[in-house]
């Protein structure tokens, strides 16, 4: 049979087009080219029932994959064929170039040495290279197998592609291997990566008796595709099947439906289970319980869990500093940092990732980088994420330049490296700088921005209230499908609220189908900002009747609509509310925001009262707020008050120095303001500079 008939018969037309390469670049076959060596000698006989006990004991004891692994080592009899399967296994620690050239020199290409090397490529994750050799044993006369397959399929698996799978599924139903319970198997698993949970439900079905591993690979699948009720209803059926299984991969897969479906107790029984069958002492069973409540429960149960775990790796270890990260808890991120080492766990680049976020969250650049010098000691300088890490870690920390520095050094730069150099210009009122380094990166056409740069670009804009980029940045947000994320439609809101077109930005929240607690906040201060007290207090109790609980910021974005619209008895009803029903606690900011209300409308004796209850924790806003109400209303007496405890304060800038001048200077005493300036002007190493888009 001709090989275009045969490859059309064989339905691989599809395949071209998932190959990174021609497929010119496979090996020819024999009759076309031939070699200029003399032919080798005829392969020898292969023993299948060597083989097939190889693969069945490995199946049984270990996994689907650890059984492919004994491929080529208990097939061949010729020493010749078996020497070159073995050499073939060990390239697999080499790169995907010296693996295929040693593929190409090899003297016998039968089925053995090309389904070894379609594995080993696919299990390094070259899995074009895997395609690419799969249909290249096809044009070199190599009929594939069901081992073939299976390599193929994990191949597909690893792409994500599904009508590749469907390919090699319509090969596997022609060449009647669709029984075989390695490549069903393999099928299955490359079908739930590849998105496709019913499909992979159908091949689990038709399985009559299907052993463990398949279990494992419909439960990891269902997980795979967040179907964790399913996933957790199949290991039901397993356990009334099979009876009690002590398997790590099924205990591993099953933490993971458990933690999906959010139930403690359901947590719980998987725990006790995995104790009662003595998995708890393997430390990938324990990672995984671990993980199953840090995922959703208090963190004080997953410190409990960490202290009781038998074993323990630096993956445990890391896995609880991340959770700690996630609830503010920086400190003691670098106190179990600590206690790792001490316990003689060598730290990976997860753990000092960690530890460098845990500073920029302190805000201590000293720490970071004394952690930096620990990173290009252990060899991490080089790791992408971990220069990411601390890009932002040195922008949180106001140290731009050694951020830009380490940015500009690096050279292969990720989507991630750009948007964390812009959000730490942003973030250090360089919204500019930002913006251009952004209009670099779409100049030289590096990358398509997500939804993470597009917040970031569009706070820019809420920086310098640049209106036009926003629209812009609005309108490609419709066209690359970026609109369809929460945070950029809140972003989006708030940046039109900011400059002044609330019904722009009222019009975005009507559209939002599913609104968040941030949706409600920003549409608020949106509301507040442009001076609509009143529709802010309208949209506040239509909040109290929707699903959203209200926050602290909920609250503060309330009072500041009513302070900028004279709705101070609002406003104060709304405060006791907050304290009395909610049993929110004000911080310094609520404060400052009654004081300020009060002194806008004239109240200036009960907003000194509330200012003089405030201690130093709270810090100086509610007396800067009084200062500026004293300004306002022309009150020497409030101002001058005010200004002494803003002054002595440590947290004021040159605009303080600036009002209190101003304000002598409105009553005629110019050689008081000219005073005031003089003495406070030296304790000021910097003035704030304004800025303006015109």
């Known amino acids: 049979m001709a090989l275009p008939e045969l490859l059309s018969r064989l339905r691989l037309a599809p395949l071209r087009h998932h190959l990174r390469r021609s497929l010119s670049t496979a090996a020819p076959p024999p009759d076309e080219h031939p070699p200029p060596h003399p032919p080798a000698p005829p392969q020898p006989p292969s023993n299948p029932k060597l083989f097939v006990a190889g693969l069945s004991w490995s199946a049984d004891e270990r996994s689907l994959m650890d059984a492919f692994s004994s491929f080529g080592t208990v097939t061949e009899d010729g020493a010749h064929g078996r020497c070159s399967t073995k050499r073939l296994q060990g390239a697999g620690r080499l790169g995907s170039t010296q693996a295929r050239e040693l593929f190409d020199r090899m003297p016998v290409r039968d089925v053995v040495t090309c389904s070894s090397a379609i594995y080993q490529n696919a299990r390094r994750g070259s899995f074009g290279e895997a395609v690419e050799l799969f249909v290249g044993m096809v044009r070199a006369g190599v009929c594939p197998n069901s081992f073939t397959l299976v390599g193929a399929s994990l191949a597909a698996a690893g792409l994500g592609d599904t009508v590749l799978t469907e390919c090699l599924h319509g090969w596997a139903v022609r060449c009647r291997l669709d029984s075989n319970p390695f490549v069903r198997t393999a099928l299955l698993d490359s079908y739930a990566k590849c998105g496709c949970p019913i499909k992979a439900q159908a091949l689990f079905s038709e399985m009559r008796d299907p052993g463990i591993v398949t279990w494992n690979a419909m439960i990891s699948g269902l997980v795979h595709n967040d179907l964790f009720e399913e996933a957790f209803l199949v290991f039901k059926g397993l356990l009334c099947t099979l009876g009690p299984i002590r398997n790590v991969v099924t205990m591993i897969s099953t933490a993971q439906a458990c933690a999906g479906c959010g139930d403690v107790g359901l947590c719980g029984a998987a725990h006790g289970y995995a104790v009662k069958m003595g998995l708890d002492l393997d430390v990938a069973v324990t990672n995984s319980i671990l993980d199953m409540y840090l995922s959703f429960a208090s963190l004080e149960i997953g410190r409990e869990i960490f202290r009781k ?8 270890w890391t896995m609880m500093m991340g959770s700690l990260l996630e609830k503010g808890h920086a400190g003691e991120v670098i106190s179990m ?26 805000g201590d650049g000293r720490r970071g980088k004394l952690v930096h010098n620990q990173i290009v000691i252990r060899g991490f300088n080089s790791e992408l994420p971990a220069v990411n890490s601390l890009i932002t870690m040195y922008s949180k920390c106001e140290d731009l330049s050694s951020a830009r520095k380490l940015f500009d050094g690096t050279r292969d730069k990720s989507l991630v490296s750009w948007t964390a150099m812009v959000a730490g210009c942003v973030e250090n009122g360089n919204a ?62 708030a940046v039109y609220g900011k400059c002044g077109d609330v019904t722009l930005a ?27 007290g009143e529709e802010a207090i309208a949209l506040f109790n239509e909040m109290d009747k929707s699903s959203e609980a209200r926050d602290s910021i909920t609250y503060l974005n309330i009072l500041l609509a009513c302070s900028h619209s004279g709705l101070v008895d609002d406003g104060l009803t709304i405060f006791r509310k907050m304290m009395n029903e909610n049993g929110i606690n004000p911080c310094q900011e609520h404060i400052g925001c009654i004081v300020d209300m009060l002194a806008r409308a004239g109240r200036l004796e009960e907003a000194a009262g509330v200012a003089s209850l405030t201690d130093n924790k709270l810090g100086p806003n509610a007396w800067k707020a009084l200062m500026g109400g004293g300004h306002l209303h022309n009150d020497m007496a409030f101002t001058k008050a005010a200004a002494e405890k803003v002054l002595t304060a440590e947290s004021f800038d040159y605009g303080h120095v600036v009002l209190l001048s101003n304000t002598f200077t409105s009553l005629g005493k110019y050689s008081a303001a000219d005073s005031v300036r003089s003495c406070y002007a030296k304790r000021i190493a910097k003035k704030t500079l304004g800025l303006s888009s015109i």
């Open 309 to 316: 775990i038998p074993v323990s790796n630096v993956v445990s």
């Open 337 to 362: 940092f600590v206690k790792m080492r001490s316990n003689g766990i060598v730290p990976d680049m997860v753990a000092m990732v960690s530890l460098v976020q845990a500073s920029a969250l302190m």
């Open 432 to 493: 500019l700088e930002g913006l251009n380094l952004f209009a670099k990166m779409r100049r030289e056409g590096l990358f398509v921005i997500d939804s993470v740069t597009l917040v970031t670009l569009l706070l820019a804009c809420y920086v310098i209230a640049k209106l036009d980029l926003c629209v812009q940045l609005h309108g490609y947000s419709y066209k690359s499908g970026l609109y369809l994320y929460k945070p950029v439609r809140n972003t989006l809101m």
């Open 506 to 532: 009222q019009k975005l929240f009507d559209e939002m189908i599913c609104r968040d607690t941030v949706s409600w906040n920003t549409m608020i201060l949106s509301y507040g900002v442009s001076g609509h």
